[in-house]
Each structure stands twice: as structure tokens, then as C-alpha cells.
């Protein structure tokens, strides 16, 4: 079947699929998401208070790099139907790491410039790099054309972009600011706190990285009339019965 006759799926297939998935390859994905965040948020507690600053900037930096390897997990489910291993997913960042940190700051610079102006622009700027990250790890383009793929993948798609990572994030951070409140009303010092706040995200960040990865191929399936089934052929449809 050629990817033209393949029906695109919607943002709530998407978002299902993204739970599917995690649940599925669980274990492995938040290996790599608590190798990527944990060490930072620990060693945050541990040193002195000049250093906070710091190693919350390092912090930042791990994060596309997990992302890429999160991606690495999803691209082999869908393209392949292979398992990676955690250590595998890690090391496909490598040779990528640059790129993968660029297109977040560089993501980052185009929303807070548009901020500047209006909404709208941040908004824009927002569905253009959305699906940034997939692009360095599976299209193995740098960050300048990895942005330029993103923004030709979703033009004249953006409600479509837009809505996914609204929801896909929505859902991360409304539990992330739920545990926060929770971690506030038991009192716990702010450095405690911060460290479960910070293990907390690692289990959500999966799941906007998934659905985004999982969007990339749905906006592949939209734009493209080259026959890409056996890329999206095991994209989950449907929650399998018990």
C-alpha cells in the first residue's frame, strides 16, 4: 500500500498510540529518560548552592540528548518492529548530540523572539520546529536543515502540530505541576522537593517525545507519495485487549 492510500491518524490516535507505546517498551524508555535526568537532579542536592545554576544548565542540555534517544527506541518500533536496548538508544546520539542541542536552542530563541512580538508568532515558530528532534535522528540532517524538514513537514498543518504537542505536553506538565502541589503540601525541603519534582519528569518526558516522534511520521504519511509502510506499519491502533 503506498503511503498516499495510508489514512493519517488524528491527534487522540496519536496521543493513544504514545501510551500504547511507552507502556509497552516501559521499562527501556524510562531507562534512558532517568539516565539522562537523574544525575543532574542528584547532583543538585549534593553540592554547594553556587553550583545550582550549573548543573541545572547541563540538565537542560541532557534533555534533546535523551529525547534523540527516546526518539531511537520509537523510529526502530515503527520502521523495523525492533526492541533497542537502552544503552543502543543512547548511543545513536552519538555524532548527534550537536545538532540535537541546537534545534532546542534554536526552537527556544524562535518562540521567545516571537513572544517578543506577539502570540503568534511563538506559536508559529513553535509548529515549525515541532518535530525538530525526529528529523536529526532518523533524517540524520544538522540543525539548520533539520528546522527547514520540520517546517515543510507541518506547513499548512499547524492546528494538526499544534494540537498534538498541546495535549502531549498538557498531559506532562499538569502532572508535573501536580506533583509539585503535592510535594508542597508534604512539607518537603526545596532541594528534596526539587529532586522528586525532577525524577517526576523523566517518567513524563517520554510522552510528549513519543508523540511528537509518532507525529513525524504522521506528517510523513500526510506529505509524502513515496511508499514509507514499513515505516508506520507498527504504529499502535488500538489498546490490545487483556
Excluded: C
Excluded at 18 to 38: K, P
Aim: proline share 5%; charged share 15%.
Amino acid at each position: 500500500m503506498s503511503l498516499a492510500s495510508h489514512r493519517p491518524r488524528n491527534i487522540g490516535e496519536l496521543v493513544d498510540a504514545t501510551f500504547i507505546l511507552y507502556r509497552a517498551h516501559f521499562a527501556t524508555i524510562i531507562t534512558v529518560a532517568m539516565l539522562v535526568v537523574a544525575p543532574p537532579a542528584i547532583m543538585k542536592v549534593a553540592a554547594p548552592a553556587a553550583f545550582e545554576r550549573i548543573l541545572e544548565l547541563v540538565g537542560n542540555l541532557l534533555i534533546p540528548i535523551g529525547q534523540g534517544a527516546i526518539t531511537s527506541i520509537v523510529a526502530a518500533v515503527v520502521e523495523r518492529g525492533e526492541t533497542l536496548s537502552g544503552g543502543d538508544a543512547l548511543r545513536s546520539t552519538s555524532g548527534r548530540t550537536g545538532s540535537l542541542i541546537a534545534v532546542q536552542i534554536a526552537s527556544g530563541l524562535m518562540v521567545f523572539i516571537g513572544l517578543i512580538f506577539l502570540v503568534v508568532p511563538a506559536l508559529i515558530a513553535l509548529v515549525w520546529t515541532a518535530v525538530g528532534v525526529p528529523v536529526v535522528m532518523v533524517e540524520q540532517l544538522g540543525y539548520s536543515k533539520a528546522i527547514d524538514r520540520s517546517r515543510a513537514l507541518g506547513r499548512g498543518k499547524w492546528r494538526h502540530v499544534f494540537g498534538t504537542l498541546l495535549l502531549s505536553w498538557g498531559l506532562a506538565l499538569l502532572v508535573t505541576l501536580g506533583a509539585g502541589f503535592i510535594v508542597g503540601v508534604l512539607g518537603a525541603g526545596d532541594r528534596i522537593g526539587g529532586l522528586l519534582i525532577d525524577l517526576l519528569f523523566a517518567v513524563v518526558l517520554p510522552v510528549p517525545t513519543i508523540a511528537i516522534t509518532l507525529l513525524y511520521y504522521d506528517l510523513r504519511v500526510r506529505t509524502e507519495s513515496a511508499d514509507l509502510d514499513a515505516m508506520i506499519s507498527a504504529l499502535p491502533t488500538s489498546i490490545p485487549a487483556l
